[in-house]
């Protein structure tokens, strides 16, 4: 296809604009060249994995790829999976996986990752912590300078119980960079419910956090947080698609 060719032979000529939903259509189908038949996957949420789903998908319909199990990181990939046939099962059964790959909403100069706008992070960072190879894909926007850097939130799952409790907790925690803890809410207006039955409080900075390890370790320290956002030291490659072609960082 024309995307297949694209993927492989940047730079693209430069008085073709292409969409942000482009970009991350040639991150995802260059993160599958690396699965193989037979391996176990984890399969990222949001709509640049989407991608690669669909892409997964396709090649196993074509025969051009075999005996994969998808380890899925959301009910909605898991659905999408479903629905393209491919063969799925859990870190129960598959504590080990060969290749994750998945979007971020921020990555910054040492490959670290602010993940869980679609709200899926805890099962997103389960799934990539239990894996030998995580490729995150990402058109150009997501990077930053440092986390926290693009002015959009920093999601930490929380406990519905008493999550206003915990909210005052994380903002106290980052008082000195004027921060700010916001509940999550639906397209109706409800509070947003992870697929854990949790809640998202998103954190906004307006300072680098400076020692991203203390802040982790802090914010996980708080009894009513499940999870949060930040993934260090996770990603072991980051495609990124941009005008000007692909760039593939490696740890
Ligand atoms: C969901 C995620 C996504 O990977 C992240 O939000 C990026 O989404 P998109 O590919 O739609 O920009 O972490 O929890």
């Given at each position: 296809s024309s995307m297949e060719s694209l993927s492989l032979s940047p730079p693209v000529s430069p008085s073709v604009i292409l969409t942000q939903d482009e970009l991350k259509k040639i991150a995802a189908f260059?993160?599958?060249?690396?699965?193989?038949?037979?391996?176990?996957?984890?399969?990222?949420?949001?709509?640049?994995?989407?991608?690669?789903?669909?892409?997964?998908?396709?090649?196993?319909?074509?025969?051009?790829?075999?005996?994969?199990?998808?380890?899925?990181?959301?009910?909605?990939?898991?659905?999408?999976?479903?629905?393209?046939?491919?063969?799925?099962?859990?870190?129960?059964?598959?504590?080990?996986?060969?290749?994750?790959?998945?979007?971020?909403d921020e990555v910054d100069p040492h490959l670290n990752l602010v993940k869980g706008r679609g709200g899926s992070l805890l099962r997103e960072k389960m799934v990539e912590g239990a894996c030998k190879k995580f490729v995150c894909i990402v058109d150009e926007s997501k990077l930053v300078k440092y986390l926290g850097g693009s002015g959009l939130a920093m999601p930490v799952e929380v406990v519905p119980f008493c999550w206003k409790f915990t909210a005052n907790k994380l903002q106290n925690l980052f008082q000195h960079s004027g921060c700010v803890a916001n509940l999550r809410n639906d397209c109706k207006g409800e509070p947003f419910v992870t697929d854990n039955g949790n809640y998202i409080v998103d954190l906004y900075l307006k300072k680098d956090m400076e020692d991203l390890q203390v802040a982790s370790d802090a914010i996980s320290r708080i009894a009513g947080v499940v999870e949060h956002g930040m993934f260090l030291d996770m990603a072991t490659t980051v495609i990124i698609a941009g005008e000007l072609g692909i760039t593939i960082k490696n740890k």
């Open positions: 260059k993160a599958v060249e690396f699965v193989e038949s037979g391996m176990v996957l984890g399969l990222g949420t949001g709509s640049t994995a989407k991608h690669a789903v669909d892409r997964i998908g396709e090649l196993l319909l074509q025969g051009k790829l075999k005996n994969i199990i998808g380890i899925p990181t959301s009910k909605k990939t898991q659905e999408q999976a479903l629905s393209l046939g491919i063969p799925l099962s859990d870190l129960d059964s598959h504590p080990t996986i060969d290749i994750a790959i998945d979007g971020a």
